[in-house]
């Protein structure tokens, strides 16, 4: 079974500070993905990778960046958390080849900041 | 550009009836995919049936089917025998050969009574 696993379920922070949210997946995959998800608004890309220290814009990446060190781990970093970036995140990961395109989806951080 | 259109933001059906989730999309692409995804309260999103758009045969999984209407450019989900555990949100998403993103829908929130 694929897994995708996320640092938190829930997290608190103050505006302004520094947020790292990370996602790990133990099945090789070379795709990567954060969305955010909104009431009303379904998922909406931020950040995707397609291979270590590879990264492409999403549909709404202001206000956030991505680091992609090893081909597992998918960070997403709000440099300077704003009360709009309250939301849910969600990482997902996907075989880039072959005939699965499924995405796999970890549980989802829910962030609130204050 | 590609969108994926979810008309009805709630629905409900009684437990053991069938219920139909709608779903249309627009895309300029010739070969692509749909796939239905499933988020359960406070669960992790997964995958519930995926159709090729070359296949002409209505995929099914289960208690899940699909109508797949090309020419219409319409998806819908068909749950037979509606369960308590089918309580979800449903999200509808687009995707291509030619991208590795996916397009998501604004979901349909789906309750199943007793």
């Known amino acids: 079974d694929v897994k995708v696993t996320q640092s938190s379920r829930y997290l608190v922070k103050r505006t302004g500070e520094k947020v790292f949210l990370e996602c790990v997946q133990d099945?090789?995959?070379?795709?990567m993905f954060w969305y955010r998800q909104d009431p009303g608004l379904g998922l909406r890309l931020i950040y995707f990778?397609?291979?270590?220290?590879?990264?492409e814009k999403g549909d709404i990446p202001e206000g956030y960046s991505v680091s992609r060190e090893k081909k597992e781990r998918f960070s997403l970093i709000l440099e300077s958390a704003s009360t709009n970036q309250t939301s849910m995140y969600l990482c997902?990961?996907?075989?880039?080849?072959?005939?699965?395109?499924?995405?796999?989806f970890g549980p989802g951080t829910r962030l609130t900041v204050t | 550009a590609q969108t994926v259109t979810q008309s009805q933001p709630e629905m409900s059906v009684q437990e053991a009836e069938t219920v139909t989730l709608s779903c249309t999309y627009d895309?300029?692409?010739?070969?692509?995919?749909l796939f239905w995804y499933k988020q359960p309260p406070s669960r992790q999103m997964i995958l519930v049936i995926r159709?090729?758009?070359?296949?002409?045969q209505n995929a099914t999984e289960n208690r899940f089917s699909v109508n797949f209407q090309k020419a219409a450019k319409s998806f819908s989900l068909k749950i037979s025998d509606s369960q308590l555990g089918d309580t979800a949100m449903y999200f509808c998403?687009?995707?291509?050969?030619?991208?590795?993103?996916?397009?998501f829908g604004t979901g349909t929130r789906l309750q199943v009574f007793p």
């Open positions: 895309t300029s692409e010739n070969n692509y995919y």
């Open positions: 997902a990961s996907r075989l880039r080849t072959g005939t699965t395109y499924e995405q796999y």
């Open positions: 998403a687009l995707g291509s050969y030619n991208t590795d993103k996916l397009i």
């Open positions: 990778s397609y291979d270590v220290k590879m990264k």
């Open positions: 159709q090729e758009a070359y296949k002409q």
């Open positions: 099945m090789d995959h070379e795709n």
